[in-house]
């Protein structure tokens, strides 16, 4: 079994320590820090997106599994930078002004860098106009918007507005989860889909971008 | 009478089949040791953290009525007046698990320690919900003591956010409980602080007034039906199947 298999293979499994360490072995043998960040790293979190959606494991594996890709990840960062790797596109997340769960909008942004996108966190209690700030200047693909509170969906709604407002609604697409969340009001204020979990969101971006 | 419940750490310790229960492992999945360990840590986590403290206050029938109206925005219909109506007796209540256990949680999650920031949240949740159970045993053993309880009797909370009662019923029952005194604030957008609180009111009567068909519109939304669970525990006067 090469290198990089067994990097996939542990990342799966959640063997942090073994996933640092295949890591720096795969550098090492001469492998391309790209090469290792998308054949075993996100290849292998498809794997264990691919496997929670099945029902074939469960949250506390996947974020074994997210914790060990971090543990390959702190190695490869700076060498992808210092090569000039984009990534495969830009996402800013947060929890919606008035709101302060973010347990699930985590979960997002851990799924969502474990599939290679960068995400721009913003954090709990995120106004509109933060969220378009952000996207803007970030130049981010997909605001991922999350809220627990049937009083704070609302928001949601005023950020697609204001995006309309600033002329950047088209430049933008609009996911949006949480407890009280469904598809229809995601329809309804606007947004261009409901995430159901954070693999379904990690779905929806890459289809937005047709990144398969 | 109004009353601050100091709880104990060990009675509201969650379980661990509890803690995974939380995370959507199904009961009859054999947890594996990688899961098993930071489960373990969590609850250990759990124990040196925490600061669970409860409070509950009685309150009249046409005195809660006045709360549960709060700001006119519930649902036309909702099943808890017809129940409140025939009570004999109410207490709301707060309940938290401090403001610790949920910084750690997000120290977890800024240091990529995924999976034992979600053990850890998973076990605030099952004890705040363990918590209220505590509440309402004293609530149960105050009306045993003042002769208005007896075993045909059963006790069931009801919090803003559910069935139909607005969560800005929060407001009025903040106003009338204050349960700032045992460190729960509320913002304008009604969100308890600590997140890991539940408040509500303890609906105390004969168990017949508990049952409600499970029809209303909201109902449909409602992801976990836990209500069902509920009345059966108490009509057949069974403690819950606590795996928590």
């Known amino acids: 079994m090469d290198t990089l298999q067994q990097l996939s293979e542990n990342m799966q499994k959640g063997n942090a320590d073994q996933v640092a360490r295949l890591t720096q072995q795969a550098i090492d043998e001469g492998c391309e820090p790209k090469t290792i960040l998308d054949d075993a790293l996100v290849g292998g979190m498809a794997v264990v997106g691919y496997k929670f959606k099945k029902h074939e494991i469960f949250l506390p594996h996947v974020l074994l599994a997210a ?83 049937t009083t704070t969906m609302p928001v949601m709604r005023k950020v697609i507005a204001l995006a309309h407002e600033r002329n950047v609604r088209d430049q933008l697409k609009f996911i949006v ?27 929806c971006v890459k289809r937005f971008i047709g990144a398969h | 009478m109004r009353r601050v419940i100091d709880i104990k750490t060990e009675d509201i310790t969650p379980s661990i089949t509890g803690i995974l229960a939380h995370q959507g492992m199904p009961p009859h999945v054999q947890a594996d040791e990688p899961t098993l360990k ?123 956010g559910y069935c139909g009662w607005h969560v800005s019923g929060q407001r009025a029952l903040f106003d009338t409980l204050h349960p700032e005194e045992i460190g729960i604030e509320l913002s304008d957008s009604y969100l308890m602080q600590p997140l890991k ?37 108490i009509i057949e006067n069974q403690p819950k199947a606590d795996t928590r």
């Open chain 2, 197 to 233: 609180s539940i408040s509500g009111v303890l609906v105390a009567g004969a168990k017949d007034i508990f049952q409600f068909d499970d029809d209303f519109p909201f109902c449909s939304e409602c992801a976990t039906r836990s209500c069902r669970e509920r009345i059966m525990s």
């Open chain 2, 38 to 160: 930071p489960a373990r840590e969590a609850i250990a986590l759990w124990e040196h953290l925490s600061q669970p403290v409860g409070i509950f206050a009685e309150i009249a029938i046409h005195e809660f009525a006045q709360v549960y109206i709060g700001e006119s925005r519930n649902e036309p219909e909702t099943p808890l007046p017809n129940i409140y109506q025939r009570a004999n007796a109410l207490a709301l209540f707060a309940v938290t698990v401090g403001h610790d256990v949920e910084q750690e949680i997000r120290r977890l999650f800024e240091t990529n320690e995924f999976p034992l920031g979600a053990m850890l949240d998973a076990a605030a949740s099952v004890s705040a919900e363990k918590a209220v159970d505590v509440v309402q045993d004293r609530f149960r053993k105050h009306l045993s003591v003042v002769g208005r309880w007896d075993r045909s009797k059963g006790v069931m909370p009801f919090s803003p």
């Open chain 1, 67 to 149: 914790k060990a890709m971090h543990a390959g990840m702190d190695l490869l960062k700076p060498l992808l930078v210092k090569d000039g790797i984009p990534t495969i596109g830009k996402v800013v997340t947060g929890t919606v002004q008035g709101d302060q769960h973010d347990i699930g909008k985590n979960l997002v942004g851990i799924m969502l860098k474990g599939a290679g996108f960068e995400v721009v966190d913003l954090g709990r209690d995120v106004s509109p106009e933060k969220f378009l700030d952000a996207a803007v200047s970030e130049k981010a693909i997909v605001i991922g918007m999350s809220a627990l509170l």
């Open chain 1, 177 to 203: 989860g949480g407890a009280p969340m469904s598809k229809e009001y995601a329809q309804k204020i606007g947004a261009d889909a409901y995430c159901y979990d954070a693999v379904s969101a990690v779905e």
